[in-house]
T-cell receptor, first 113, second 113 residues
């Protein structure tokens, strides 16, 4: 049972372009939505996270947009750089349940120079 | 450097053999987790522990066991390995089950022949 659907599976953008990765969820009890970044041969690392009381959160070139009514959230990477090439995972969890964190299947981003 | 240490980094194992993947953290985090990562399937939780002395089953626990004798160590044991357990295994920790952010190790790549 996939509770978080992530798309696209892979994404290729040119340096300087905008990368957009989308996720949709079904469980209305989810109240924490993190994005993890994973480089080849490394473990995932938290990139940015949002809670449903805000519609957008920005950290540098990375922005999460959250649409509670549509049960969708997305990651935007502005001015994409080759160093951003990695696999990105969205995730969601309900309150008080880190063990209930559910991951999307991942998006492999390639930024061409 | 503080964080999570996993061992071995990689291992080739004959089917039917017993194998223990080791995980140690030095952040004094209460909660620890074991995930497996498979291409196209993302990260799936195997077992977790919210505090020393307690463990719980995740999404894919069959064929795996864990123990949490102290805060720092969380070994994962495959009693009798099967080829379907070929995967990359990640150990993670969090301060508590409500904090959201997981800190991951660099993974153990296991191949079962």
């Amino acid at each position: 049972q996939q509770q978080v659907k992530q798309s696209p599976q892979s994404l290729i953008v040119q340096k300087g372009g905008i990368s957009i990765i989308n996720c949709a969820y079904e469980n209305t009890a989810f109240d924490y939505f993190p994005w993890y970044q994973q480089f080849p041969g490394k473990g995932p690392a938290l990139l940015i996270a949002i809670r449903p009381d805000v519609s957008e959160k920005k950290e540098g070139r990375f922005t999460i947009s959250f649409n509670k009514s549509a049960k969708q959230f997305s990651l935007h990477i502005m001015d994409s750089q080759p160093g951003d090439s990695a696999t990105y995972f969205c995730a969601a969890s309900p309150h008080g349940g880190s063990e209930k964190l559910v991951f999307g299947k991942g998006t492999k981003l390639t930024v061409n120079p | 450097i503080a964080g999570i240490t996993q061992a071995p980094t990689s291992q080739i194992l004959a089917a039917g053999r017993r194998m223990t993947l080791r995980c140690t953290q030095d952040m004094r985090h209460n909660a620890m987790y074991w995930y497996r990562q498979d291409l196209g399937l993302g990260l799936r939780l195997i077992h977790y522990s919210n505090t020393a002395g307690t463990t719980g089953k995740g999404e894919v626990p069959d064929g795996y066991s864990v123990s949490r004798a102290n805060t720092d160590d969380f070994p994962l044991t495959l009693a009798s390995a099967v080829p379907s357990q070929t995967s990359v295994y990640f150990c993670a920790s969090s301060e508590g089950r409500n904090t959201g952010e997981l800190f991951f190790g660099e993974g153990s790549r296991l191949t079962v022949l």
